[in-house]
């Protein structure tokens, strides 16, 4: 009987814990080990870096009340980070996210009176004693209807960038992948130069407009 009655107990609190619904708002552990990214606030630029070699820049905004890691600032933090969560895959491009659920509107760029999150979202985590609290600031890298401003700093402490822009980084990237964002130039950055002086060859014949 002892058996019959210690087994029970053994055995009902994980029947329980098995049914009890959790919420997972904590930054997953995976790792990306080819990929990691540069975000340059001076130069408004994303630098995409696979397995060492520089692979792509695109345009951004950070935030428009300068930097920082005070959580109500609406600034961005600098530093080292991860993508601690990817959400918006198969999302139509300009759909619109509130609380990072779909709403069912879509929008087109630089649709007028309308400054949402729209398209795709990567959660930034911070790897650092001075931005440990960018997850819980629900600081993003996401996509913005309003197209016109990017490469300007305008936003409020997330990193903003074009619809197709943040499609084609989503599929490039995945959970875990290293994100450090630097108050200078890329040009600082070993990657930075690798990517620039490529660039200036080829944009003698084919400029880069971003």
């Known amino acids: 009987m002892k058996s019959i009655v210690c087994a029970l107990l053994t055995t009902l609190p994980l029947l329980f814990s098995a049914c009890t619904p959790s919420i997972d708002l904590s930054p997953t552990p995976s790792i990306d080990l080819e990929n990691r990214m540069i975000i340059s ?25 300068g930097l920082g890691s005070r959580s109500g600032s609406y600034r ?4 080292n980070h991860v993508i601690a969560k990817k959400i918006g895959e198969g999302a139509p491009k300009g759909a619109v996210f509130k609380n990072r659920r779909q709403t069912g509107v879509i929008l087109k760029p ?34 913005t209807p309003v197209e016109k401003e990017i490469g300007r700093p305008v936003s409020y402490g997330c990193i903003r960038m074009k619809s197709r822009d943040i499609i084609d980084l989503y599929r490039r990237v995945g959970e875990g992948t290293e994100v450090k964002i630097i108050r200078g130039s890329l040009r600082a950055t070993s990657a930075g130069r690798t990517y620039y002086t490529r660039n200036s ?3 003698r014949i084919n400029p880069i407009r971003w």
């Open 201 to 203: 060859v080829w944009n």
């Open 41 to 65: 606030v001076r130069d408004q630029k994303v630098l995409v870096v696979k397995n060492g070699e520089p692979v792509k820049a695109y345009p951004v905004s950070t935030s428009r009340f």
């Open 110 to 143: 630089n649709a007028k009176g309308r400054d949402p999150i729209v398209t795709r979202i990567l959660w930034l985590s911070g790897k650092e004693s001075h931005n440990l609290n960018t997850f819980r600031r629900y600081i993003y890298i996401h996509g």
């Open 76 to 79: 961005t933090p600098l530093g």
